[in-house]
């Protein structure tokens, strides 16, 4: 069973930086991509950042500059890293993971994690 946790969000100032943390466990399995999605109340889920397994990268044009997606060495962990944090970053951040059993791609989800930006 794939389990897949996200760590790291809380409240900062305008202007300050904070650094999520994604995990996705389990066995038997391998990862494609894994990317962080963000949704603000009464909006849709948006993308903000994702990281191919060969470590390509792709951000919004809203968090470019700011936010730096990576990858640790085991490549079952992705980190995003966000600074010059603004009100409008303010949402639940979800991170999503491509994970490959054989030949088939499924798409997991985490629980969230509230990033909240205000003074």
């Known amino acids: 069973q794939v389990q897949v946790v996200e760590s790291g969000g809380g409240l900062v100032q305008p202007g300050g930086s904070l650094t999520l943390s994604c995990t996705a466990s389990g066995s038997g399995f391998s990862i494609n991509a894994m990317g962080w999605y963000r949704q603000a109340p009464g909006k849709q889920r948006d993308l903000v950042a994702t990281?191919?397994?060969?470590?390509?990268?792709n951000y919004a044009d809203s968090v470019k500059g700011r936010f730096t997606i990576s990858r640790g060495n085991a490549k079952n962990t992705v980190y995003l890293r966000m600074m010059s944090l603004k009100p409008e970053d303010t949402a639940v951040y979800y991170c999503n993971a491509g994970i490959l059993v054989g030949v088939k791609e499924y798409e997991y989800w985490g629980q969230g994690t509230q990033v909240t930006v205000s003074s």
């Open positions: 990281i191919s397994s060969g470590a390509r990268t």
